[in-house]
Each structure stands twice: as structure tokens, then as C-alpha cells.
């Protein structure tokens, strides 16, 4: 079993900074691959980034490309999400997820059904 838990959320202005952090539970996250998601009012739950297990392999939304990075440090159970130059558009609660045991390659999938665990959020608002 693995259990997520995100933080960094909060208010930031356009075009500032915010790194977002999900701390695992369980001794075999290093052996999942992970994903960011997010979703907006009125709107459907959407990819942002992914990242395999070795960190080999990353994938980003082109709505997010050159602005936000994917990360993670095994040795800390940790995966990072930092945000910059962000938009109102960015608007969301962001999801972190868990899943693709052992995954490599590139593209990392963007399916919400190929990530067996989820995080509750974190708020992001972005004020223009």
C-alpha cells in the first residue's frame, strides 16, 4: 500500500513560483512511478506531468511544458512538482498519484486509470 500526501498549495500571483511536494508511505514507492494531476471547477481531472520510478522518464502537459518540472528523491519518498511563470489558467487542485510499477519509457502514460493510488489535493490559486 502506498499513501500520499500533498503540500505547497496556496495563493501565488501570475507569473511567481510555487513548488508543490508528495510524501509517500510505504517502502515500494521507489518502485512506482508518479503523476501529477489537476482539476479545475466545472472541469474534468486533467494530466499535468508523470515521472517513471528511476526518474529516467518524464512527461509533461503541453500546457505546462517549460514551466513546471517533475521530480523526485527515492531516498525521501518524495515527489516534487515545482511551478514557474504560473498562470491563472493554473487554477486547480493538484492530485498526486502513484502507479506503473517498474515503468520505463517515454511516453510516461497519462491515463488517471493507470495510477492505483491518489493523493487528497492541494489547492493552487493563481490571482492575475
Known amino acids: 500500500q502506498v499513501q500520499l500526501v500533498e503540500s505547497g498549495g496556496g495563493l501565488v500571483q501570475a507569473g511567481g513560483s510555487l513548488r508543490l511536494s508528495c510524501a509517500a508511505s510505504?517502502?515500494?514507492?521507489?518502485?512506482?512511478?508518479a503523476a501529477w494531476f489537476r482539476q479545475a471547477p466545472g472541469k474534468e481531472r486533467e494530466f499535468v506531468s508523470a515521472i517513471t520510478w528511476s526518474a529516467r522518464d518524464t512527461d509533461y502537459a503541453d500546457s505546462v511544458k517549460g514551466r513546471f518540472t517533475i521530480s523526485r528523491v527515492n531516498a525521501k519518498n518524495t515527489v516534487y512538482l515545482q511551478m514557474n511563470d504560473v498562470k491563472p489558467e493554473d487554477t486547480a487542485v493538484y492530485y498526486c498519484s502513484a502507479g506503473l510499477r517498474y515503468y520505463s519509457g517515454s511516453p510516461v502514460p497519462r491515463e488517471p486509470e493507470r495510477y492505483e493510488y491518489w493523493g487528497q489535493g492541494t489547492q493552487v490559486t493563481v490571482s492575475s
Open positions: 510505504g517502502r515500494t514507492f521507489s518502485t512506482y512511478g
